[in-house]
């Protein structure tokens, strides 16, 4: 089961991919990742999942990373009496507290926050943008605002207010209780919805105790502003473009996307690039010349993941979908301008001994021709140094530590075996040599590149480096 490229996908699991055999499908055409979406779903829904996705693990002998996402405060109107409106441009229409159904001239707005946030001229964003509302008029539980642009509006849609940074922490009551489910679950990874300010994070950490990582999506313009602070302070980040795509102008969401992706990858963490990549194989059986670019782009821009969303959760061709990302993918490292173009960002390695030791492996492994660089790591710190440098060879992660190789399965240019522990350096050197040789990462008389920390066992400490030739 190893994978002849380097980034990685995500695929959601939903209606069209919660059975044994598709789940199989998708993870035998090339999913390395499955995302657990709770914004749909019940509890008991995804622990199903979730022990068949585990089942394979044993079944394949490789570890699976499972990513839970949590819904956030998601804002959404209340409900209409005839289940929708239809809405003229210019017209007025009031938003309130009152819990009545709504009709064409009102609706229920149930957050208090964002009447409490509003200012006279205030764009209101409905239906992912479908319908746009100036407010000309507002109190305490109360906007009176006029249509600028839409026609049709039904229940509960969702709400967005253009640069406006709400008072509202990421983690709802429904979050917590996810979150808590999720953690028993055994999840690798908690991915936080609308993080807007580095101190979103701190709330996180509390409740999560180090059982999982954190996966910050950046989906709110005001998260920009200090986009370097809350990078630092996640484990890894998602460009969630579906949102951030709403809230902003969409001529800026690319070069967003870009800055994102390039952050990520000067500190180190890891970054899926996610929404409508493959859209139309929702109900096609294959994509647009547009989304093949798409995807491309981010494997160029050097994205450690991309995510397949709608399209496996509950399209008609889920395992269509991951086999085509494969193959764009796996078609994009393969070009001749792949390696010039994700280096041109050079990413100087920060002043440390474990950074300077990754730097060299890269490059060390391409001067010799080595078969792999591989890395023995206790929390993945390593790993992610090594993958930092986008090397031009495979990352063949050894660690006693299943949650670590489940977690790394995120990581680009990472293949993780979970192996026990080491206690000398020449067992190092041989068990590094022997699963290459098994992995098919190398063949006898090949070179291996191998960085380690000594002690054994001690996490971050990385400050060995070793030219082996397997026997």
Known sequence: MRRQRKAKIVATLGPSSSSLTRIRSLFQTGADVFRLNFSHGEQSEQLARMQLIRQLEEEFGRPIGVLADMQGPKLRLGRFAAGKIALKRGQSFRLDRSEEPGDSKRVCLPHPEIFEALDKSQILLLDDGKVSLQVVGHGADWADCRLLSGAVLSDRKGVNLPGVMLPISPLTAKDRSDLSFALDMGVDWIALSFVQRPEDLAEARKLIQGRAQILSKIEKPSALEQLHEIVELSDAVMVARGDLGVEMPLQHLPRWQKKIVRKCRSLGKPVIVATQMLESMVSAPSPTRAEVSDVATAV????????????????????????????????????????????????????????????????????????????????????????????????????????????????????????????????????????????????????????????????????????????
Request: hydrophobic share 45%; with cysteine.
């Open 300 to 471: 160029y821009d050097g994205a450690d993941a991309v995510m397949l969303s709608a399209e496996s959760a509950s399209g008609r061709y889920p395992a269509q979908a991951v086999s085509t990302m494969s193959k764009v993918i796996a078609a994009t490292e393969r070009d001749r301008f792949f390696e010039p173009i994700v280096h041109a960002l050079k990413i100087e390695p920060e002043s440390t001994g474990p950074d300077a030791i990754a730097a060299a492996a890269a490059q060390v492994a391409e001067t010799t021709g080595a078969g792999a660089i591989v890395c023995y790591t206790s929390s993945g710190a390593t790993a992610k140094r090594v993958a930092r440098e986008r090397p031009n060879v495979p990352i063949l992660v050894l660690t006693e530590k299943l949650e670590t190789a489940r977690s790394l399965a995120l990581l680009w240019g990472a293949h993780c075996v979970q192996t026990p522990d080491i206690a000398s350096f020449p067992e190092m050197v041989e068990k590094a040599g022997r699963i290459a040789l098994e992995q098919g990462f190398a063949s006898k008389g090949s070179r291996l590149v191998v960085t380690a920390g000594l002690p054994f066992g001690t996490p971050g400490a990385t400050n060995v480096l070793r030219i082996a030739r397997i026997g």
